[in-house]
DNA sequence: CGATTCTTTGAAAACAGTCAATCTGTGTGG
DNA sequence: CCACACAGATTGACTGTTTTCAAAGAATCG
C-alpha cells in the first residue's frame, strides 16, 4: 500500500527495510460504506490505518443519540485505545463513511515491532502525546466556547473534512443539534 | 515525604531502593493558598505530585473567563503535557487552592529516572494512558450529557473533592455558569 | 428513477447565560 | 467582641440560545 508507505517515509527515522517490515505485519482490509470495523462489546484487537477513505469513531447513547468521537481520513488512524490496550470490550462503533482501504495491526504484532524496531515506538509514542494534546484542545474548547466557534475550530482544524463529512456527523462531533448547526453554517456563510 | 513513598509501593513493582532514588530526585515545595506553580507564557519545566493540598490548572480566556481543565488533590499528577514534552510556552495556570505540597522532577530528571527504573517508565506510560482515557471519556461526557448530567458525573468521578472545591470553580470545570451549577445542584439536594 | 439520506426552515418550549441584588460564612484588625 | 471586608453562594427577572418537533426541500446512491 503506497500511502501508508509515504506516511512512514515522512517520519524520516525509518530505513526502508523496516518500513516494508512495518507494512508486512499488516492486514489491509477494504470495506464498503457503512460497514463496520468495531462495534460496541467488542475488543479492539487492532491498531488501524486509514489509507483511502474515511472511518468515523462514535457512541451510542441508550436513546440512540449518536455522539462522535473521531474522524479519521487518509494517512489517519483509528482505535478505542482502552479497549486495545486492557483488551476490555470497547463502548464504540467505527464504521465507514465511505468505501475505506485500512491496514490493520494486532497489539501483540505491534508490540513485537515496537521490539524489533526502537524507532517505531518512539514516532508511536509521539502520536500519542499528539493524541493528547488535540483531546486537552478540545476539552478547553468545549467548556469554553459557543457552538459557533466550536464549529470555527473544526473547520482550522480539519480544514480538509468538513466539506466531506456530513453536516449532521459534524454536529454529532460538536455536541449540537443538526438544526442548530445548519443554522450556524448559514449565518456564517452569510445567507447562501 | 510520607505520601509519595507510599503513592508509590501501590504499584508493588518498584523495590524501597528505586522508591528512595525517585524520591531522591525529586524537589519538594510548600505553597501557600493562591500562590501559582505555573503561569501562561512559562515553560512547564516540571511534573508536579500532590503531596498534601490541592492544585488547579486552568486557562484563562482574554476577556477573563476562566477554564478549568483539571483538580489534582492528593496522589495525584499536575502538568501542561504540551509545554512539558516541547518545552513550549503554556497556555495555562497552575494555581494552589489551599496550602499544598509538591514535589516536582525535571524532565531531565525524569528521562534519567526511566533509563535507571523501567518499570517507573512503564507505571509512567500507564498513568498517561489512564489520563487519556480520563480525557475521552470527558470529552463524551461533554459533547453528549447535559449539564445536570455532567455534574453527577463529576461527583461520582470526584466524590472526595466536590465538597472541597468552591462551585463556581466546579462550574469553570464543567463549562457552565456559577449560577445554572448553583440551581442545578438546588434542585439535586431537593431545596435544603 | 425511486428510495434513502441529508439539509433546511419555522414555531414553540426548554434551557442556560447575564445582570444585579442579597445572603452567608470566614477571617482580620481594632 | 464587634465591625468590616471579602470570597463564595444564591435568587429573581430578563434575555438569548439551543433543542425539539414537524414538515418539506435538496442531494445522492444504487
Known amino acids: 500500500m503506497?500511502?501508508?508507505e509515504?506516511?512512514?517515509?515522512?517520519?524520516t527515522?525509518?530505513?526502508e527495510l523496516e518500513i516494508k517490515q512495518i507494512q508486512g505485519c499488516s492486514l489491509p482490509v477494504s470495506l464498503r460504506r457503512r460497514q463496520l470495523l468495531l462495534r460496541e462489546g467488542d475488543v479492539c484487537r487492532h491498531k488501524i490505518f486509514v489509507a483511502r477513505g474515511l472511518l468515523r469513531t462514535?457512541?451510542?447513547r441508550p436513546d440512540g443519540l449518536e455522539s462522535t468521537m473521531r474522524f479519521s481520513a487518509e494517512k489517519g488512524w483509528a482505535i478505542d485505545p482502552e479497549s486495545y490496550v486492557d483488551q476490555t470490550p470497547s463502548h464504540y462503533r467505527i464504521e465507514a463513511l465511505e468505501s475505506t482501504k485500512v491496514?490493520?495491526?494486532t497489539r501483540e504484532c505491534m508490540e513485537e515491532l515496537f521490539e524489533t524496531i526502537p524507532s517505531f515506538r518512539l514516532i508511536s509514542e509521539r502520536l500519542r502525546e499528539k493524541s493528547l494534546n488535540y483531546s486537552q484542545q478540545r476539552i478547553f474548547i468545549n467548556i469554553s466556547h459557543t457552538a459557533e466557534e466550536?464549529?470555527?475550530?473544526f473547520i482550522q482544524n480539519h480544514p480538509d473534512l468538513f466539506r466531506r463529512i456530513p453536516l449532521h456527523l459534524v454536529a454529532s462531533y460538536l455536541g449540537v443539534s443538526r438544526?442548530?448547526?445548519s443554522r450556524i453554517r448559514h449565518k456564517r456563510h452569510g445567507g447562501h
Do not use: P
Request: hydrophobic share 40%; glycine share 0%.
Open 13 to 15: 527515522q525509518l530505513t
Open 2 to 4: 503506497e500511502t501508508f
Open 58 to 60: 462514535f457512541r451510542v
Open 179 to 181: 438544526e442548530t448547526l
Open 6 to 11: 509515504d506516511y512512514l517515509r515522512s517520519f
Open 150 to 153: 466550536k464549529y470555527e475550530d
Open 103 to 105: 491496514l490493520l495491526w
